[in-house]
Structures are given as structure tokens and as C-alpha cells.
């Protein structure tokens, strides 16, 4: 034990309690683990990389607005403004209907977009706990050992490794190559890296044929600088266990990833 100004303060433990009592009945994804198990990880990745007590308290308040409708309003009074904007920032759509979310690939974009492209003078706080956060669900992934992890995402495998990997790069250069949480981001996505190459390779050539069929149509609108065709054509093939994707199972893809229906003209000639 040491003198230092410690985390756990009286607010801290508040946010322990109000964090079990608020997920008390949620699971994570497809299993029995109570929710509140990610929210203390997401708290004990940030205090072992130095955050200060309002950052570990909105990790433990994380994903409070988004699933246990919890209102911003509600968050700064009972810890301060700045928890409420960290939670607010780390939320990729709450301004809304939370059961009419916009679609994934452009709400995905949108929230990279919104946490890295941040100017200097923007919170730090909210860098590092998108990254805690996203470091929880890597890892959590990575070490299930269930080869049907994939298919709980709502872009599958393509979409998970996109999103992984591109806002993980990006968290990583705003954090800098000096904090915990970034080494820790960077080894899950090499590991992310061996899983996927493994099963590209399985996966065969159909990837890169569908991918280059697609790859002629305009990106979706909201697709920033991002095209989503090779990442869609790995989601497509690996649902159809590396054979070449069928119309319907396209268009549920397509659903999805892009919200709607497919348009016309999507080049799917089996070979
Ligand atoms: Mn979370």
C-alpha cells in the first residue's frame, strides 16, 4: 500500500454499485456471463494504464445510455460533466430511437470518425476508454475458442476484423506507443490478425473474386474513406463457408451491413 491518491474514492464506488445494479439481469452476447463482468474489465484496463477517476468511473458507466437507458443528464449529475460526455462520446448512436438505430457501416464510420478524428484539445478520456472498451470485446472474442463467435456480429467476420482493425490502428496512434492499453490493443490485433489469415486461407479464392466483382459499385453513401467491398465479400463468403454467396444470402448481408435492400445489379454470377 502507498499514499498515493487512490481511484477508489466514494464516487468510484458508487459507479460499482450503480454499474451492477444497472446491467443486474443482461448477459453478454450468447452467454451466461452477467454484463457487468465488461465494464470492469473495461474499468481495470484503464486503471492499470493511469486513467483518472472519472475515466474509470465512465468505463464502469460505459455502455450505461446504450443499454441500460440511462440519459446524459442523469450521468452528469451524478458524476460530474465530464463522465457524462466520455459515456455520451463512447455511445455510436443514442441521439435517436435506441430500437431504430441507423445503419451499421455508416453509424460505424461515423463513430470512428467521431472518437479519432477529434482535434488536439479533445479529451483524451474519450480515447481511452473507446479503447478499454474495444480492447474487452477483442480480447473477450479472441479467447472464447467458439468458432461461431463471428456470426453474433451483425457484419459477421468482415465486418468485426474491419472495425477491429481500423479503429484500433487509429486508437493506437492517438494513444501513443507509451501507454498499456495501447501494447495491449496492438497484441490483439496481431493476434486478430493470425486468426483471419487462417481463415482467409480456408476461405479459398472466393473472397477476392467476390470481392473483386463488388468492388466496381460506389461505395454507400456515409462511407467516409472507406470502401466496404473486400470486408462485405469476407462476411458474404465465410457465411456461405467459403463457397460463392448466393443472391439471398447476399441481400442479408447487404441488409445488415447498409440497412435496405439490395439494389439491382449487383454482379453475383456464380462462377
Ligand atoms: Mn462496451
Redesign the pocket.
Known sequence: MTDRPSAFGPRYASALSDAASWHHGQFRKGSDIPYVS??LS?SAYLLEDGADEDEAIAGLL??SIEDANVTVDELAGRYGRRVADIVAA?TDDWSGDPHHKSPWWPRKVTHIAHVTDAGAETDLGITRVTAA?KL??LRSTLDSGDPGVFSRFKAGLGGFVWYQETFGRLLVQRLGGESLLARRLVNALRELDELVSGERDRLGDAVAEFGDRLSSLPAPEGSGPYSPWPWFALDAVHRSGGANPQRDLVATCWRSWFGGAMPEGVALETR
Do not use: F, L, R
Request: glycine fraction near 0%; aromatic fraction near 0%.
Open positions: 465488461h465494464v473495461v460505459h455502455d463512447c472498451d474487452a470485446n
